[in-house]
Each structure stands twice: as structure tokens, then as C-alpha cells.
């Protein structure tokens, strides 16, 4: 599965938009982008993912560049309970099978901190 | 709600003893599981993946001696730190992906575990 690079930290004023980049120039034409968050000891939530197209859901908006080398989940008004650690991963589709299918590889994430 | 139940949420334990770890999928059946290990301020490691009815794979550098996995049923993976030392206290997390074409995945709360 490809790499991905995000800044180790932002900050984010509470009700204001956070917009989270990730990198990921390695990118193959079968990769999914996915997002998950996970709040201070407790497990990792999903949030989203897509493959070219944007995405938005309950929870955020999913924005991949053209040429999907890069991505930017955005929480459209943060609160202070999206405080927390924001990981991007790039996996390959479950029907690419193989011995990868279903894992998941964690980077350092994004430290995500939404002040008052 | 979660989908995804662990147990016990931490444990503390003396030295040389065992621990048994409980995943369970709530609502859904996961023929795979997945168990990871996160140090404090470090992202998740992938420690092994859970396959019911056969042989968990583990991840390279991970003793499948130490850290046993059965996964005996479609709702049910246990992990077993067998003869725990101080260097095992971690957060043990566990997730399962929901039988669907998108393959979601879920994550435990995870479990916390102490050797003294």
C-alpha cells in the first residue's frame, strides 16, 4: 500500500472548518484513501473514504486532487470533541485480494487540536 | 453504538502470568479480526490478523508463542499474552471489517494492559 505524509500537528478554532492535507504521491489507480480519527484512548474511528471522486458524509468531506496525489478531509465546523489524532491511509480495494486484504497501516497521523 | 466490543477495558497483571483478551463483533460476523499494540504516543502497530476456523498470521517480529490468537468463532477472536513482562504493557486494539463491498472497518475501544 502506498505512503502517506501529514503534518505531525494543527490547531483549529472551534466552529471554524479544519482542513486536514495528506500526501500521497505513490498512489496506485486501485488505492482507496481512507480517514479514520481516534480520540484519546479509545480505538480508531472510520470517517470516510473514496477513490477519485469527492466524498462527504455526516461526518466530513473527502477532497482528492485530479491527479489523486493528494487529499484533504475537511470538518466542515469542528467542535472540541474532534480533538484528536487524524490518520490518512491509503489501501488497496478488499477485490485486489492478495495476503494485504483488509489491513491497515497507521502513519503518525495528525495531531488535531480544536481550541474555544 | 459500537459494533465492536473488547474485553476486559484494562487489565493489570503480575509479571509471568497470562492475560486473555476479548474481541467481539456485536452485530455482524468477521471471519477476520485484526489485533494491534499502540505504545503511548506512538501510532498503531498491526501485531497479527485472526482468521476463524485456521492459523492467525502474525506480523514480522511478532512471537505467535507469546501472543496467541484464537479465533474459534464468526463473532469471537481472543488474544493471550502468555508469561507477560513489563515491556507487554500497551493498548491492545482490535477491529473487524463488516461484510461489505467497501469493507469498512471497525475498531474496539480497546484494552489496556498494565504488567507490574
Known amino acids: 500500500d502506498a505512503k502517506t505524509t501529514q503534518p505531525p500537528s494543527m490547531d483549529c478554532a472551534e466552529g471554524r472548518a479544519a482542513n486536514l492535507p495528506c500526501n500521497h504521491s505513490?498512489?496506485?489507480?486501485?488505492?482507496?484513501v481512507y480517514w479514520y480519527r481516534q480520540i484519546h484512548s479509545q480505538g480508531p474511528q472510520y470517517i470516510i473514504h473514496?477513490?477519485?471522486n469527492n466524498e462527504t458524509n455526516e461526518m466530513a468531506s473527502l477532497i482528492i486532487t485530479e491527479d489523486r496525489k493528494s487529499s484533504t478531509l475537511i470538518l466542515p465546523h469542528a467542535t472540541l470533541r474532534d480533538t484528536a489524532v487524524y490518520y490518512c491511509?491509503?489501501?488497496?480495494?478488499?477485490?485486489?485480494?492478495?495476503?494485504?486484504?483488509?489491513?491497515?497501516?497507521f502513519g503518525q497521523g495528525t495531531i488535531l487540536t480544536v481550541h474555544p | 453504538g459500537a459494533v465492536v466490543s473488547q474485553h476486559p477495558s484494562w487489565v493489570i497483571c503480575k509479571s509471568g502470568t497470562s492475560v486473555k483478551i476479548e474481541c467481539r463483533s456485536l452485530?455482524?460476523?468477521?471471519?477476520?479480526m485484526f489485533w494491534y499494540r499502540q505504545f503511548p504516543k506512538q501510532s498503531l502497530m498491526l501485531m497479527a490478523t485472526?482468521?476463524?476456523?485456521?492459523?492467525?498470521?502474525?506480523e514480522q517480529g511478532v512471537e505467535k508463542d507469546k501472543f496467541l490468537i484464537n479465533h474459534a468463532s464468526l463473532t469471537l477472536s481472543t488474544l493471550t499474552v502468555t508469561s507477560a513482562h513489563p515491556e507487554d504493557s500497551s493498548f491492545y486494539i482490535c477491529?473487524?471489517?463488516?461484510?461489505?463491498?467497501?469493507?469498512?472497518?471497525?475498531f474496539g475501544p480497546g484494552t489496556r494492559l498494565l504488567v507490574l
Open positions: 485472526s482468521n476463524e476456523g485456521s492459523k492467525a498470521t502474525y
Open positions: 505513490t498512489i496506485s489507480g486501485n488505492e482507496y
Open positions: 477491529s473487524a471489517p463488516r461484510t461489505s463491498w467497501q469493507e469498512t472497518q471497525y
Open positions: 491511509i491509503v489501501r488497496s480495494s478488499p477485490n485486489a485480494g492478495g495476503t494485504s486484504y483488509g489491513k491497515l497501516t
Open positions: 452485530d455482524f460476523q468477521a471471519t477476520t
Open positions: 473514496g477513490l477519485k
